[in-house]
């Protein structure tokens, strides 16, 4: 059950248009994501990242470990904060997969583009999901503004 506030936020970010302003300014996530679950969120990345290295055998080198690292916890925030959203329009299964993917994707254009084009190809891509898998554009807009302001915290700040 989601709080008065976490339900407030996600119709901020319904109202929100996706634009440079909007991503930079990630204060609406600390409001979304409760720290004691994004506490167990981290908790679990951490132990997710050993179990990788030790399986995987990376090497010693500490800054690969640390990308490593930043990538499993990132995943896992994210992942955490699609689970609220889409709790809140009321998805689960098979087309929760759909949409997460979409924020992987948002996520993985704010890591590797410049922030200027980022808006653009944003929309560009929620117009792409939309029709191809024909998924509600709100709820799409909604995860994209997350994901992008997530990557942007993690990833240029």
Do not use: C
Request: charged share 30%; net charge positive; no cysteine.
């Amino acid at each position: 059950m989601l709080s008065n506030k976490q339900i407030e936020i996600i119709k901020q970010l319904e109202a929100q248009e996706i634009s440079v302003q909007n991503i930079v300014k990630t204060e609406e996530l600390s409001y979304l994501l409760p720290s004691v679950e994004l506490d167990l969120v981290r908790k679990t990345a951490r132990y997710s990242v050993l179990k990788y290295v030790r399986k995987k055998g990376v090497s010693e080198n500490e800054e690969i470990k640390e990308r490593v690292r930043k990538g499993f916890t990132f995943r896992r925030e994210l992942d955490a904060y699609i689970r609220v959203i889409l709790g809140h329009y009321g998805i689960a299964g098979g087309i929760y997969i759909d949409y997460a993917r979409l924020g992987y994707r948002v996520a993985k254009i704010v890591k590797e583009s410049n922030i200027a084009t980022v808006p653009h190809k944003i929309l560009t891509e929620i117009d792409y999901w939309a029709k191809k898998y024909n998924l509600n554009k709100t709820i799409l807009k909604t995860i994209a503004l997350t994901a992008s302001k997530l990557a942007y915290k993690h990833y240029h700040s």
